[in-house]
């Protein structure tokens, strides 16, 4: 994970504006990682490259969970999202299937 600008998008959502090693290392190495693996698997993004720095719907919902799992809440990310998850699951559905139809063989 490029997590430069990233974890600065995180940092601000969750509003964190002081420099604290102990908090830099939970936000890093507990909440950013936490919210990467889960949201490619609700997402059905798997192993493919793909960064959630960028703007976007997977954007959105990668602050979301890092901030649900600030809160001690991540249990309740999924309830809460449960739509922008479908919408953005379907588009990576439709990915792999076009991807998956370029791979391959033309049938006769």
Known sequence: MNEG???EQVKGKLCVTWDDARTDARIRNVIMPSAEQDLRDLLGIGDRPFSFA???TENILFLAHCYYEWSNAADEFEEHYSNM???CRRKWMVKQYV???KAAPDLP
Do not use: N, S, Y
């Open 85 to 87: 998850i479908a919408r």
């Open 99 to 101: 991807e998956e139809q």
């Open 5 to 7: 600008p990233l974890f």
């Open 54 to 56: 960028d703007a976007g």
